[in-house]
């Protein structure tokens, strides 16, 4: 299985802050990643496909980067809504496997 | 715009089988991959199998003894069996639809609301 791992697994962050959440496999998954945000009681929101793609409807503060290995979600000015846990997944095989979250709040 | 509905029995006994039941509305099953992932403190997200519009299927080689996601063109629905549950796979049940550029999968872009599964004697 491919063993995806992000860090960091908590931050804190003032309102208009840049925060970058990075997500590391254990090996090349090209560009098969995916990034989630999960606020507590509800599913997850797909937010970014295929390491940089911005799904429908998110808004542009969030950006994705990176390749093979090493991968990168920023929010470019983080906002109270944005409080969550956010969760990096490959679907580069099968198992899918996911992250363990990295959980965002507000100073 | 997709909208998945799910359902199923919340308490089980240990070596029960689990069944649950997603619905799809508002689109088709073709020519998508539907999935089944779970949630647990302890496992965190832990993706359990998939299945396509043409009904084959790929499963987690951890659960895939006990296993089985179906499909029903009919109904418009997907359903997991998991057989002789133990108290480990007490968790949050999703059903998801993955989301397809092209020939390629990536996320799960629908998800359903979620059932919490607790085994228990």
């Known amino acids: 299985d491919i063993q995806m791992t992000q860090s960091p697994s908590s931050l804190s962050a003032y309102v208009g802050d840049r925060v970058t959440i990075t997500c590391r496999a254990s090996?090349?998954?090209?560009?098969?990643l995916s990034w989630y945000l999960q606020k507590p009681g509800n599913a997850p929101k797909f937010l970014i496909y295929?390491?940089?793609s911005l799904q429908t409807g998110v808004p542009s503060r969030f950006s994705g980067s990176g390749s093979g290995t090493n991968f990168s979600l920023t929010i470019s000015s983080l906002q109270p809504e944005d409080v969550a846990t956010y969760y990096c997944?490959?679907?580069?095989?099968?198992?899918?496997?996911f992250g363990q979250g990295t959980k965002v709040e507000i100073k | 715009q997709v909208q998945l509905q799910q359902w199923g029995a919340g308490l089980l006994k240990p070596s029960e089988t689990l069944s649950l039941t997603c619905a799809m509305s508002?689109?088709?099953?073709?020519?998508?991959?539907w999935s089944w992932i779970r949630q647990s403190p302890e496992r965190g997200l832990e993706w359990i199998g998939e299945?396509?519009?043409?009904?084959?299927?790929n499963y987690n080689p951890s659960l895939k003894s006990r296993v089985t996601i179906s499909l029903d063109r009919s109904k418009s629905q997907f359903s997991l069996d998991l057989t002789s549950v133990t108290a480990a796979d007490t968790a949050i049940y999703y059903c998801?639809?993955?989301?397809?550029?092209?020939?390629?999968?990536?996320?799960?872009?629908?998800w359903g609301q979620g059932t919490m599964v607790t085994v228990s004697s």
């Open positions: 998801a639809r993955v989301f397809r550029k092209g020939y390629s999968l990536y996320g799960m872009d629908v």
């Open positions: 508002g689109g088709s099953f073709s020519p998508f991959f």
């Open positions: 090996q090349s998954i090209a560009n098969f």
């Open positions: 295929a390491a940089s």
């Open positions: 997944q490959q679907s580069s095989t099968t198992p899918r496997t």
């Open positions: 299945i396509n519009h043409g009904e084959s299927t």
